[in-house]
């Protein structure tokens, strides 16, 4: 196998991760090779097993710790991150200095487009200035709409459910059609699926609001629901319901991993609550409202 120009590791199975890495298909198509990067612990890549290339990419997750990235600025001459969450920020900032006392950072080992303000499809979308086209453009709006939980467009929720019913599998290792697949996603029919969704969606709802039961985390009785895997298109509205109807203003929604042996907890929370201290407490990350870790199943069982 010839050498890549270029590899790319993406936040798996983030919407908003795949979206990004195909902007790197779209605008030199054959020349990266792609992996999905999972923050699951058992899922998590070994920078040992990654393929030699001329450059790697990080998009939308610049990896589990300071350590596993210091490995990558080891092993690649070139690096480039892309990402817009906090935890990668903060890793950056704990970056070992350099001989000549900067950061990394700033030397041109690693390249670093980070803005939370856009989603990474989006920081991509600026960074290689690609001509997506009027409703390729819209949908990556509504992707990154929804990643950053601001639901300002209309029917973002619906079209984040039509496309979760896809059911498209975002391991493009696992389903080498990806890239086309997301290319004959259609708006209209995103958003008609996703409103038929929303009716079945509120019965769910109230089922899973009366079985709340609170749980002990960072020291803080949290509202918390364990849901089905199949069922993780409630997350963002169950969470934010129990943080309404709980004064603390966080909720915890788990999917259990029985085979894995772990819980998958995603905390949400109101826009004067930051839930991202509490996710970190256990070695997660994500956002202020938008935050998540696991940890093992027995443990959470037993919280």
Known sequence: MMRPKRLCLYHYPCADGVFAAWGFELAAPGETVFKAHSTHPDKRLAVADLP?????????????DVAWLSECLARYDHVLLVDHHKTASDMLEALPLANQGKP??????????????????????????????????HLWDYIQDNDLYTHVMPGSKAL???????GIEYDI??????WSQL??????????????????????????????????????????CVIRANQHGIINDLGHSMAKAFRIGVGAVCIEDEEAGYARVSLRSLSHVNCLP??????????????????????????
């Open 104 to 137: 990394l950072a700033n030397q041109g080992k690693l390249y670093v487009i980070m803005n939370d303000g856009f989603s990474a499809c989006n920081l991509v979308r600026r960074f290689l200035e690609l001509p997506l086209g009027q409703e390729r453009a």
């Open 183 to 224: 290319g004959a996603l259609r708006m209209g029919e995103l958003l008609s699926e996703g409103f038929k969704l929303f009716e079945q969606q509120a019965a769910l709802m109230s089922h899973y609001m009366s079985m709340v039961v609170m749980k002990r985390l960072g020291g803080l009785d949290v509202p918390s």
């Open 278 to 303: 509490l996710a970190a407490e256990y070695g997660g990350g994500g956002h202020a409202q938008s935050a998540g870790f696991s940890m093992p199943l027995r443990q959470w069982r037993a919280l």
């Open 160 to 166: 984040t459910l039509g496309l979760k019913a896809r």
């Open 173 to 178: 290792e696992k389903n080498p059609a990806l």
């Open 52 to 64: 030699d290339a001329d450059e790697l990419v990080l998009v939308d997750y610049c990896g589990p």
